[in-house]
């Protein structure tokens, strides 16, 4: 069992920054693949970002492609989620999910193949 406790959500301009973080406990943080989903009100979750558990691939969903970028650190059991240039339609509850038994340089940008999630931060982005 994997449990994971996000951080680093709040308020910002339009423009600003926020950088979210991902904490996972529970079991072994290696041979996990990790990623970042997010739903605003009235709307599904997407997807936004991934990371293989080597950390050497990563991928974006379009609308957040060179703006955000996701880094992990294995040692801290942790995964980030740096997020530039902020737009209104950013704005929404940002969830991280882990996926057990990775391949090493895969990344996973659907719900289904996730296997935990964290309870969300919010991010609110002001115009």
């Known amino acids: 069992q994997v449990q994971l406790v996000e951080s680093g959500g709040g308020l910002v301009q339009a423009g600003g920054s926020l950088r979210l973080s991902c904490s996972a406990s529970g079991r072994t943080f290696s041979n996990v693949a990790m990623g970042w989903f997010r739903q605003a009100p009235g709307k599904e979750r997407d997807f936004v970002a991934a990371?293989?558990?080597?950390?050497?691939?990563?991928y974006y969903a379009d609308s957040v492609k060179g703006r955000f970028t996701i880094s992990r650190d294995n040692a801290k059991n942790t995964v980030y989620l740096q997020m530039n240039s902020l737009k209104p339609e950013d704005a929404a509850v940002y969830y991280c999910?882990?996926?057990?038994?990775?391949?090493?340089?895969?990344?996973?940008?659907?719900?289904?193949?996730?296997?935990?999630w964290g309870q969300g931060t919010q991010v609110t982005v002001s115009s």
């Open positions: 990371i293989s558990w080597s950390g050497v691939t990563t």
């Open positions: 999910a882990v996926r057990r038994s990775a391949y090493r340089d895969s990344y996973y940008q659907r719900e289904s193949e996730y296997h935990y």
